[in-house]
């Protein structure tokens, strides 16, 4: 069946940087993309980008400048980079496989990221 | 970027109501909207796309309807395992954005 694993650190501090794997199966990286979400109290759900099944990505303006998103489909693995975190990038952090047409039919169970000193 | 804006923001109801969850969006997504449920502590579950295509296992009780700007998320009879957080979101085309989300809760 379909999953997705996430593995990364849950504390950083702040001007450091996040790296997530997300590990799948039941599904290949050449047929589906994989999206990233993160989750917080004051901005609830909010869109980060998208790695395509061909490997090209998209990403949200408001992050474009400090995320990246690169796969490799031998190991069935995403990797989610983004820098320069601040206290306000604390978040859930999910990755999400792609439906049919951009939405999301599987989820990550969540990194919980903390940024603080 | 397209803002959805859903109502209510909370909902208390008891088992066996019906009620009603509505996302509005900020311009035209024809029929390209999702719904989804969260409960505390767990990932988002895809509920509905396409405004009103059940997701695979999703019960019948649930409904969604709507097209262009408007849309709606109905719960018919609920049962306990339906309370929790709702959320929509348009997928048409990025950036793609949610709703603020609607808690429902226990009366």
């Known amino acids: 069946q379909v999953q997705l694993k996430q593995s990364g650190p849950g504390l950083v501090q702040p001007s450091q940087s996040l790296s997530i794997t997300c590990t799948v199966s039941g599904f290949s990286l050449t047929s589906y993309g994989v999206h990233w979400v993160r989750q917080s109290p004051g901005k609830g759900l909010e869109w980060l980008g998208v790695i395509w099944r061909g490997g090209s990505t998209d990403y949200n303006a408001a992050f474009m400048s400090r995320l990246s998103i690169t796969k490799d489909n031998s190991k069935s693995q995403v990797f989610f980079k983004m820098n320069s975190l601040q206290a306000d990038d604390t978040a859930i952090y999910y990755c999400?496989?792609?439906?049919?047409?951009?939405?999301?039919?599987?989820w990550g169970q969540g990194t919980t990221l903390t940024v603080s000193s | 970027d397209i803002q959805m804006t859903q109502s209510p923001a909370s909902l208390s109801a008891s088992v066996g109501e019906t009620v009603t969850i509505t996302c509005r969006a900020s311009?035209?997504?024809?029929?390209?909207l999702a719904w989804y449920q969260q409960k505390q502590g767990k990932s988002p579950q895809l509920l509905v796309y396409n405004a009103k295509t059940l997701a695979e296992g999703v019960p019948s009780r649930f409904s969604g309807s709507g097209s262009g700007t408007q849309f709606s998320l109905k719960i018919n009879s609920l049962q306990p395992e339906d309370f929790g957080s709702y959320y929509c979101?348009?997928?048409?085309?990025?950036?793609?954005?949610f709703g603020a989300g609607t808690k429902l809760e226990l009366k």
């Open positions: 999400a496989k792609e439906g049919v047409a951009d939405y999301f039919d599987y």
């Open positions: 979101q348009h997928h048409y085309g990025t950036p793609l954005t």
């Open positions: 311009e035209n997504i024809y029929s390209y």
